[in-house]
């Protein structure tokens, strides 16, 4: 698939503007997403300069293969894939967020998932965690696109909003001080809206569970678009998911 109209243009600018940048090298915040009406969404940036939490090795522990982490920011994730012996790589269009993520050990690329990347069709894992499958604001052309990133059969996890929401909006990188970015498109999808977005495209959910009130998805690609969702595997694969949740997390049925 091509992205005529490069959903990650407006995105390359605005992750890299001060705000951004200033919160990943002091490792805190405050740092929020602003929408043109004001309201604002809290950014997790001490959580994402930590190293990966119980919620995130619930979702690290479900990952085959070598891991695409799109959006990658400042790497905890990619450094304990590492650690875990998966082949990883983090992409981020921000060069602080590639930076960071270098510093910890990971390997990094400054890209957007719409850009050129190493191994495309081979990834056996690819990773929208922290929510990031609001990247460049259209769900469709996102998931699509991760569809042309992965191997056939291979996995995509995704970490839903913790409310249920479907917006699209454009916001800017604030940090609540009057500095700001320039606005760029962003999507925000509860489970229910991420599973319809996905199965629309061709994914097929094989697992649900939430860990430290984060939501979170993992789906595997049609091999063709004809193909439709047995059931019975769907079931067992949904079990099996639940079976290795840590205790930490709940379990839940696919919807």
């Known amino acids: 698939m091509s992205a005529p109209a490069r959903p990650q243009a407006r995105g390359v600018v605005s992750w890299a503007t001060d705000p951004y940048t200033d919160a990943l090298r002091n490792g805190h915040g405050p740092l929020f997403l602003r929408r043109n009406d004001g309201w604002l969404l809290p950014l997790e940036v001490e959580r994402w300069c930590a190293g990966a939490g119980t919620a995130d090795l619930s979702a690290l522990r479900r990952c085959e293969g070598s891991v695409l982490d799109i959006g990658c920011g400042p790497g905890r994730l990619v450094a304990a894939l590492a650690a875990r012996g ?23 690329l400054r890209r957007s998932v719409f850009d050129p990347l190493p191994g495309e069709g081979r990834w056996g894992t690819a990773l929208l965690i922290d929510g990031n499958i609001g990247i460049g604001g259209d769900p469709d052309i996102l998931l699509a696109r991760v569809g ?6 291979g996995l995509l996890i995704a970490e839903a909003a913790p409310v249920d929401i479907d917006e699209r909006a454009q916001v800017r990188v604030d940090d609540g001080r009057g500095a700001t970015g320039d606005l760029f498109p962003w999507a925000r999808l509860g489970t229910s809206a991420l599973l319809g977005y996905a199965r629309a495209a061709g994914w097929r959910p094989v697992g649900q569970w939430t860990c430290d009130e984060r939501p979170f998805v993992a789906l595997r690609r049609h091999r063709s678009s004809s193909h439709s969702p047995d059931p019975a595997n769907s079931a067992a694969d949904t079990s099996s998911q639940r079976d290795r949740n840590t205790s930490a997390g709940s379990a839940v049925t696919d919807s």
């Open 148 to 153: 042309e990133l992965i191997a056939p059969g």
């Open 86 to 108: 998966h082949r990883a790589l983090g992409i981020d269009v921000s060069e602080a967020a590639v930076a960071h993520t270098r510093r910890l050990g990971g390997s990094a």
